[in-house]
């Protein structure tokens, strides 16, 4: 039988009736009934009969065997391993790990020449049931642990039907396993179970599913609790092209991932999983307060082949609500309110490295859009919306937020290009923004950029923006404008085309007009502006006419700046028109004296 099994079988007991004869056409018998044994490991009864055929053939065996107890590591002596394929051989080492055979039973009969048994040319059963066994299916995988099962192996195929099992802290509640063909070895999992959703993403990572995304899953939490059910194909001499299929059925489920500033509740719904990764269409969950969807692509699964992973999510929420978390955004969202529909995507891309380089880590894009059908906006005009108008906001940015690249689109109103600000690298926030549809090319070192034209614009708006920049306004310290308007408003009142320019200086800003009503500077000082005051000239500023005065008296108008906190002013024009009065050159001068 060494010819047959892996080794020579040692007894500690051994107990029988043994007979041998020489059949008439000379093949000899040999058979034992009342059959006991005790190797240390194994115990069992059993009665066999082999007959010897010679000539270089394997014998003839009809045996049957009882097992009282064994150790799974052992079931290795049964197998008659020259007749199985290497793979299976090596397949079945590596996956019996531990446990105990708490029952067995072993038939076989045919001519060992035929082994594995096919078409009926024989018959092979081996059943048994094994407890607290260990089941390393493959190298990839996460090892089964705690197993109860039943197993049996019939001519040349083997089944297990396991009652209870853990693979990485999940519990299997159902699991079959099966090898239709022994010598075409492919190893079947159904399984069925649950757990906690931290155990369900834990499996994930530990698995080949989650491989190609394991950087992107560090960080990321599922709370509730999921059911799941999975069918796995695995070739045993090449299990890397496994194939799976199956789902995870999420309940009342709590996701965050501090690093995506990512954070929902009650997500509810079912999780595809295949061979390539995992995807979720639609899941109802709770963003911030506001019901959301969510959909999600991990692994092969995603669309673009350059990412690893590719979430979306759906929801209607406030632009406050939407930039929470994201401080350098909080003074554009001052300027809205009202709620409107947004798409918010994260994207991770892939890495690019070499064997001989450190592998880059994977990019984290969050791309934000919506057509703010719903939500107002307070800026200047052209950036003056009502809430029951749509305008496309598309915002690209890269996470983490900090010393990240930026861009924003407004539609064909402005489009903006920048880096945010990274305190700990002393990087300050710098902005490009060009009003129209043109994105800009270059971003500045720091502070603020704005190009471009718009059909119409609230020029004294936008400069109180400016001087308010970088002091808790919407926007950085503007250090450069050349913009142009086809419709120029001032403090209310419309001056036509214009060319409005503006440079940040050392030691005084410059604001330049260019336009049929002003053509003209304005300097304003950057320190001691109380003292050396607003220098301002002009070759012409021809003011039109204001609206007509009420026929009713109106209450005086209380200015909220004392007149003492007014900078000294010196200005002077070349050709001065108040409405229809002609002033001609013009020369003004204040000082403020103290009260």
């Given amino acids: 039988l060494t010819g047959v099994f892996r080794k020579p079988f040692v007894f500690r007991q051994l107990g029988a009736t043994f007979v041998a004869w020489r059949e008439d056409d000379g093949l000899w018998n040999i058979a034992a009934d009342g059959l ?33 107890h064994a150790k799974v590591i052992d079931a290795d002596l049964f197998w008659p391993y020259r007749s199985m394929p290497p793979s299976l051989v090596a397949w079945l080492d590596h996956a019996l790990v531990g446990g105990e055979i708490t029952s067995g039973r072993v038939l076989i009969r045919g001519d060992l020449d035929r082994w594995p048994f096919l078409d009926h040319a024989g018959r092979f059963e081996a ?5 607290n066994a260990t089941f390393d299916f493959a190298d990839d995988w996460p090892r089964a642990t705690g197993v109860d099962a039943a197993v049996d192996f019939v001519d040349n195929r083997m089944g297990i039907v396991a009652t209870r099992a853990k693979v990485q802290g999940v519990t299997a509640t159902h699991a079959v396993a099966s090898i239709p063909d022994l010598h075409h070895g492919v190893l079947g999992l159904d399984i069925q179970g649950g757990g906690t959703g931290a155990q369900l993403l834990d499996f994930v990572r530990h698995s080949p599913v989650g491989a190609s995304a394991t950087s992107a899953l560090q960080g990321l939490q599922i709370g509730g609790t999921g059911k799941f059910g999975i069918k796995l194909s695995i070739p045993l001499d090449h299990a890397e092209n496994f194939t799976l299929a199956g789902k995870v059925d999420l309940a009342k489920a709590d996701v965050t991932a501090d690093k995506w500033n990512l954070a929902l509740k009650n997500l509810n719904g079912p999780l595809q999983i295949d061979g390539k990764g995992f995807h979720a269409n639609s899941l109802p969950a709770m963003f911030r307060g506001a019901p959301a969807k969510l959909s999600l692509a991990i ?14 999510l759906d929801t209607r929420v406030s632009a406050q609500t939407l930039v929470q978390g994201y401080p350098d955004l909080a003074g554009l969202v001052a300027h809205a309110s009202g709620a409107a529909p947004f798409h918010i995507g994260v994207d991770v891309v892939a890495g690019q490295g070499n064997a001989s ?100 614009m609230d020029v004294s708006g936008w400069i109180e923006q400016a001087l308010r920049g970088g002091s808790g306004g919407a926007f950085p310290q503007l250090s450069r404008a050349e913009v142009s308007t086809d419709a120029a408003q001032v403090f209310g009142t419309d001056l036509g085309a214009l060319q409005f320019s503006f440079d940040a200086g050392a030691q005084s800003d410059a604001i330049a007009f260019d336009g049929a009503a002003v053509k003209g500077t304005i300097e304003l000082p950057t320190t001691g502006l109380i003292t050396r005051g607003i220098t301002a000239k002009f070759q012409h500023l021809y003011w039109p006419p204001g609206p007509p005065a009420p026929k009713e008296p109106t209450p005086p108008v209380t200015s909220p700046i004392a007149p003492f906190a007014i900078p000294p002013l010196h200005v002077s024009i070349g050709d001065l028109k108040l409405g229809k009065t002609q002033l001609g050159a013009t020369t003004f001068e204040s000082t403020p004296t103290l009260q």
Avoid: C
């Fill in 357 to 456: 380089a450190t592998p880059a880590l994977e990019t984290p894009i969050l791309d934000v859009k919506s057509n703010l059908a719903g939500i107002a906006l307070d800026f200047p005009a052209p950036l003056d919306k009502p809430a029951n108008t749509e305008l496309p906001l598309h915002l690209n940015l890269q996470l983490p937020p900090a010393g990240a690249p930026l861009t924003v689109s407004l539609g064909d109103v402005l489009q903006v290009r920048g880096r945010l600000a990274d305190p700990a690298r002393k990087l300050p926030t710098a902005l490009a923004m060009n009003f129209g549809s043109a994105m800009p090319t270059e971003i500045p070192a720091q502070g603020l950029v704005v190009r471009g034209h718009a059909p119409r």
């Fill in 127 to 131: 059943t048994g049931v094994v407890q």
């Fill in 299 to 312: 692994g092969r699964d995603v669309a673009d082949p350059k990412n690893i992973v590719e979430a979306s």
């Fill in 36 to 68: 006991h044994f005790d190797t240390g490991e194994l115990a069992g009864s059993a009665h066999a009969h082999l007959v010897w055929r010679g000539g270089g053939h394997r014998p003839f065996v009809s045996a049957y065997a009882a097992l009282d």
